[in-house]
């Protein structure tokens, strides 16, 4: 079930908080975006995942679409979809017509949807890159370093708007040399949600067999 989260979150580990000096420039710019985030009561967001590696001659593109509210998410991808309330976790699995079920536990997860937008926060250093361009829109790059140096992840590169300071992407650089890119392709703040927006609802898949973990 954790390499669900590999597709979509940082596949990393939270460690004690930052302790070196920091870049005020990034800090200020990571501040207002996570704030931007925070503010709202959830979003829906479709992405494309680029997986690469130069020397294993890799290029895979999936898409795939995620909606979060608070600590909540459900995230569909490659014919599997993950739906978390808070508590309990649904890991749907379509070619096995399949649903593990599992506690939630943030302390043993890697770092989920939920957490993206804070990452920068707990264990990492944060530098200011460069302005770019993405989509014709001015952006800024700014790259994460987590402290961990077992970390199987070096750099993390995250594209922020100059305009809304919203997020259009993000790079993770990994040591066995591959490297994911997530781009966001549409953004919705505050869709629609119920009840049954972050629970798994069994009626709906036809014959699933259901496997509990916990």
């Known amino acids: 079930m954790k390499k669900v989260f590999a597709l979509l979150a940082f596949s990393v580990t939270l460690?004690?908080?930052?302790s070196a000096q920091q870049d005020p420039k990034a800090g200020?710019?990571?501040?207002q975006m996570s704030a931007k985030y925070?503010?709202?009561?959830?979003?829906k967001a479709n992405f494309t995942q680029t997986l690469?590696?130069?020397?294993?001659?890799?290029?895979?593109?999936l898409s795939g679409d995620i909606t979060v509210s608070g600590q909540k998410f459900r995230?569909?991808?490659n014919g599997q979809e993950v739906i978390n309330n808070g508590q309990t976790m649904w890991t749907y699995m379509k070619a096995e017509n399949e649903v593990n079920i599992s506690d939630f536990d943030p302390e043993e997860q890697d770092v989920s949807p939920t957490q993206i937008f804070t990452l920068y926060k707990k264990g990492y250093k944060y530098a200011y890159v460069q302005e770019t361009k993405e989509a014709g829109e001015a952006c800024d790059i700014i790259e994460l370093s987590?402290?961990?140096?077992?970390?199987?992840v070096f750099k993390v590169r995250l594209t922020v708007s100059k305009a809304d300071k919203s997020v259009k992407s993000w790079k993770m650089f990994k040591?066995?040399?591959?490297?994911?890119?997530?781009t966001i392709r549409k953004f919705q703040p505050n869709p629609p949600l119920d009840a049954t927006t972050f629970n798994f609802d069994k009626t709906k898949y036809k014959g699933v067999k259901v496997i509990d973990l916990r």
């Open 75 to 77: 995230l569909k991808l």
């Open 146 to 152: 987590p402290e961990n140096k077992d970390n199987p």
């Open 52 to 61: 690469e590696n130069d020397a294993a001659k890799v290029k895979e593109n």
């Open 15 to 18: 460690t004690h908080a930052a």
């Open 175 to 182: 040591k066995n040399g591959n490297r994911y890119t997530y």
């Open 38 to 43: 925070q503010a709202l009561k959830g979003f």
């Open 28 to 31: 200020k710019i990571l501040d």
